[in-house]
C-alpha cells in the first residue's frame, strides 16, 4: 500500500511500519506527567514538530514516534519504550545516534538505555568483520584470554616509544596499542612512530616464532584516517585503535566499511558525555559500527562503572545478537596484575586484559613484570574451557 502527498511523490508506508527500531529510555517524571512525557520524547526523537501540523499520512503513521509501552521503576523513574521508524536511519551511524538520542540527550530528566533493531538495519551496519574469532586466529590464541598492554606517555619520542613495544612483545603480551593520547603530534609523528614500533615488534615476533598485534591511534578527519590506515597498512600492520565518540561514529563505519581486512579495537574517550547506557554504547553500538574489541573502564579501576554495568557490557559485546560477529571486551582504566584471577574468573576465556600504568611503573623489570602478566593469564584454568 502506498500513499501519495499532494506533490505525487510516493512512500512505502508499509516498509516504514514495518521496519521499526523500539528504543529504550529511563525518563524521570512524576507519575501523573509520565504518559505526556514519554509522548513529547516520541515526537522529539522523530519528527520534532506538532503532530497536529502533519497532513501527509504517510509521515504521521509511518514516521511518527510512538510509545509502545511505560513501566515504573521507582517512584519517579519510568521505563520507556518507544518505535521509530527504521526508514529514518538511512544506514547511516551518526543519524542513527541522532535518531536514538539527538534531541533528546540535552533533557537531563532522560537516558538512553537500550535499542531493538530490525535485522535489515542490523545487516546493513554489518558489525564486526573479524570479532573474538577472528582476532583469535590472528594471534594463534585460544581457550585463553588475551593479554593487551599500552604504550604511553605522550610527550615520548618514536624511537622511546618503540624501545618500549619491544620490552612488552619480550615479555609476551598479544596486543600492544598506543595510548589514546598518541596522535600526530609533532614530538611524534604518526608515521615515524608507526613504523618504528611496527618494526621493534616485527623483529620479536620473527625472532620468537610468535604473533604481536599493534593498534595504533588513529586521529583526525576522514581523509586523515584514511591516510594512517594505508601508512599502518604499509608497515605491515592489520589492527588499528579508534575512539568513535571523538572521531565521529559515522567516520569510523565508513573506515571499517572500507578496509574490511584491518581489525578494530575501540576506545571509549569522549563515551561518558551523554546520558547514554555503557553497555548499549559500548557494548551493542560500537560493536554494531564494526568494532572487533571495546575497551571500557572496568569497575574498581579509575572509573565509576559497577561491576553489573561492566557485566552487562561484555554480555552485550560478545553475547548473540542480530548475527553480528561477537566482539572482544576488554576491561581497563588502572588494573594491576593482582586482580587478573579476578578479571578471568568474572568474565572467563572472552576478554581481552589491559593493563598499561601499572606494567610501566616497573621500569627496568618492566619485561619481567609483563611475563609474569602473560604467565598469570596463560596459567589461568577458565570455567568450561578444557
Given at each position: ?189 604518526f608515521a615515524e612512530r608507526v613504523a618504528a614500533v611496527a618494526e621493534a615488534l616485527q623483529e620479536v615476533a620473527a625472532r620468537r616464532g610468535r604473533h604481536i598485534l599493534y593498534a595504533p591511534s588513529l586521529s583526525g578527519d576522514l581523509d586523515r584516517l584514511r591516510t594512517q590506515v594505508a601508512c599502518a597498512r604499509k608497515a605491515g600492520l592489520t589492527t588499528v585503535m579508534v575512539a568513535p565518540m571523538v572521531l ?139
Amino acid at each position: 500500500m502506498f500513499f501519495v502527498d499532494g506533490s505525487g511523490s510516493e512512500w512505502a508506508s508499509e516498509v516504514r511500519v514495518a521496519s521499526r527500531l523500539t528504543v529504550t529510555y529511563r525518563v524521570r517524571a512524576e507519575p501523573a506527567a509520565i504518559e505526556a512525557r514519554a509522548v513529547a520524547l516520541a515526537v522529539e526523537q522523530s519528527v520534532e514538530m506538532p503532530v497536529s501540523a502533519i497532513d501527509d499520512p504517510s509521515v504521521r503513521d509511518g514516521i511518527v514516534g510512538r510509545v509502545e509501552a511505560i513501566s515504573p521503576i521507582d517512584e519517579a523513574l519510568f521505563e520507556v519504550r518507544i518505535g521509530l521508524a527504521g526508514a529514518t536511519v538511512g544506514n547511516d551511524a551518526g543519524q542513527l545516534l541522532s535518531m536514538l538520542f539527538g534531541n533528546s540527550s540535552l533533557h537531563d530528566d532522560v537516558v538512553l538505555a537500550d535499542v531493538e533493531l530490525p535485522e535489515e538495519v542490523a545487516t546493513a551496519f554489518g558489525g564486526p568483520h573479524h570479532g573474538i574469532a577472528g582476532l583469535r586466529t590472528r594471534l594463534s590464541a585460544f581457550g585463553r584470554a588475551l593479554t593487551c598492554t599500552a604504550l604511553k606517555p605522550q610527550g615520548l619520542r618514536p624511537k622511546a616509544l618503540a624501545n618500549l613495544a619491544k620490552q612488552f612483545a619480550e615479555g609476551g603480551v598479544d596486543i600492544v596499542k598506543d595510548d589514546h593520547g598518541l596522535a600526530d603530534q609533532a614530538y611524534s609523528p604518526f608515521a615515524e612512530r608507526v613504523a618504528a614500533v611496527a618494526e621493534a615488534l616485527q623483529e620479536v615476533a620473527a625472532r620468537r616464532g610468535r604473533h604481536i598485534l599493534y593498534a595504533p591511534s588513529l586521529s583526525g578527519d576522514l581523509d586523515r584516517l584514511r591516510t594512517q590506515v594505508a601508512c599502518a597498512r604499509k608497515a605491515g600492520l592489520t589492527t588499528v585503535m579508534v575512539a568513535p565518540m571523538v572521531l565521529g561514529v559515522a567516520n569510523v563505519h565508513t573506515l571499517v566499511a572500507e578496509n574490511p581486512d584491518i581489525a578494530v579495537l575501540a576506545h571509549p574517550s569522549l563515551g561518558g558525555a551523554a546520558r547514554i547506557a555503557p553497555p548499549l554504547l559500548f557494548g551493542k553500538l560500537f560493536r554494531l559500527f564494526g568494532a572487533d574489541a571495546v575497551v571500557f573502564p572496568n569497575a574498581g579501576g579509575r572509573f565509576g562503572y559497577s561491576r553489573e554495568t561492566c557485566l552487562e557490557l561484555a554480555d552485550a559485546a560478545r553475547g548473540p545478537w542480530q548475527d553480528l560477529r561477537p566482539s572482544f571486551p576488554v576491561p581497563a582504566g588502572g588494573m594491576t596484575q593482582a586482580r587478573v584471577p579476578e578479571l578471568l574468573d568474572t568474565y572467563g576465556a572472552d576478554v581481552v586484559l589491559l593493563i598499561g600504568g601499572a606494567l610501566l611503573a616497573a621500569g627496568p623489570r618492566l619485561v619481567a613484570e609483563t611475563e609474569a602478566f602473560v604467565a598469570r593469564v596463560h596459567g589461568h584454568h577458565y570455567k568450561g574451557v578444557p
